[in-house]
């Protein structure tokens, strides 16, 4: 069965500090991204990759920046967390760009 | 600013009822799709249906399309408890390039 699979379920950091989040897929999948969540928002797109090594900012890229060394693996970097990154992340995949995206659980981040 | 907006907020019906959410969208799109979150938890893909199709079923959900109206509706027929979940449509611009645009989501409540 199709997995993503995101390193944290929660994650509690102090403002300041560098934060690591990471994805895994195992479907082969060219196109990875990363989502934050809060309420009343919905999903708003960060970044996302469509092969390895390359990224393409989204809807709200400040802040962040990622990582994708490895078709399997995409990684979001917070270079120096504040408050109000606190949030539910969520890492997805899919092989054709816009359709059928698989979803990791996601991590609630609280940056204190 | 969010491309798709779910309408109602929040459903609360009985267990056997239909429950039906409708999404609605600004510019034109390639396909809408819908997903499924349950609570603290990623989202799941139910359906997607393109621009040129009007209605698609999957089980128990039925899926319309009135691209006129730019509008969609997903129908959960004979609910159960099971069913009580966030659903969020999101579109896929007609513009090239853009990508998948959630919006904010309906709770679904189904009591037994």
């Known amino acids: 069965d199709v997995k993503v699979t995101q390193s944290s379920r929660y994650l509690v950091k102090r403002t300041g500090e560098k934060v690591f989040l990471e994805c895994v897929q195992d479907?082969?999948?060219?196109?990875m991204f990363w989502y934050r969540q809060d309420p009343g928002l919905g999903l708003r797109l960060i970044y996302f990759s469509y092969d390895v090594k390359m990224k393409e900012k989204g809807d709200i890229p400040e802040g962040y920046s990622v990582s994708r060394e490895k078709k399997e693996r995409f990684s979001l970097i917070l270079e120096s967390a504040s408050t109000n990154q606190t949030s539910m992340y969520l890492c997805?995949?899919?092989?054709?760009?816009?359709?059928?995206?698989?979803f990791g659980s996601g991590t609630q981040l609280s940056v204190l | 600013s969010q491309q798709g907006e779910e309408d109602p907020q929040a459903l609360s019906i009985q267990e056997g009822e239909n429950a039906t959410m409708n999404c609605s969208y600004k510019t034109s799109i390639n396909n809408l799709q819908w997903y499924r979150q349950n609570s603290g938890r990623g989202l799941v893909h139910l359906i997607l249906?393109?621009?040129?199709?009007r209605e698609k079923h999957s089980g128990r959900l039925r899926v319309t399309l009135d691209t006129s109206k730019k509008s969609s509706s997903l129908l959960i027929t004979a609910s159960r408890a099971a069913d009580t979940a966030s659903y969020f449509c999101a579109t896929e611009p007609g513009n090239a390039g853009n990508m998948l645009t959630f919006g904010g989501g309906t709770r679904l409540m189904v009591k037994p």
């Open positions: 249906i393109r621009s040129n199709e």
């Open positions: 479907m082969d999948h060219e196109n």
């Open positions: 997805a995949s899919t092989r054709t760009p816009n359709e059928k995206l698989f």
